[in-house]
Nanobody
Framework: QVQLVESGGGLVQAGGSLRLSCAAA???????????MGWFRQAPGKEREFVTA????????AYADSVKGRFTISRDNAKSTVYLQMNSLKPEDTAVYYC???????????????????WGQGTQVTVSS
């Protein structure tokens, strides 16, 4: 069982930045290094959508077209934490952001919701115009 704790959401003006964190509680660094991670988001009235994903080692990443060049996913396996740096935020980035985790056999990334077994509780990001 992976317990994920997200933080870092909030209210920001368009063009601003936020950094989200997702910590895998009670996971040792060696165990966390076996887990592929991802971020998804759900805007009001819309379905949850893929944002970005990162492999166990951090060597492979993937991004939705809507966030490429603005968002960066990274991980610190020593801290059992994954980060989402969001720059040049737009009002359309407003959503609840969820991190997700999946124990991975290989060092690939997962970019579909059904690929993940574990989810955080979500953190609200609001971008004002």
């Amino acid at each position: 069982q992976v317990q994920l704790v997200e933080s870092g959401g909030g209210l920001v003006q368009a063009g601003g930045s936020l950094r989200l964190s997702c910590a895998a509680a009670r996971y040792t660094p060696s165990s966390f290094s076996r887990i592929a991670m991802g971020w998804f988001r759900q805007a009001p009235g819309k379905e949850r959508e893929f944002v970005t994903a990162i492999s166990r080692s951090g060597d492979s990443t993937a991004y939705a077209d809507s966030v490429k060049g603005r968002f960066t996913i990274s991980r610190d396996n020593a801290k059992s934490t994954v980060y989402l740096q969001m720059n040049s935020l737009k009002p359309e980035d407003t959503a609840v952001y969820y991190c997700a985790a999946q124990v991975a056999d290989g060092d690939g990334y997962y970019n579909r919701q059904y690929m993940y077994d574990y989810w955080g509780q979500g953190t609200q990001v609001t971008v004002s115009s």
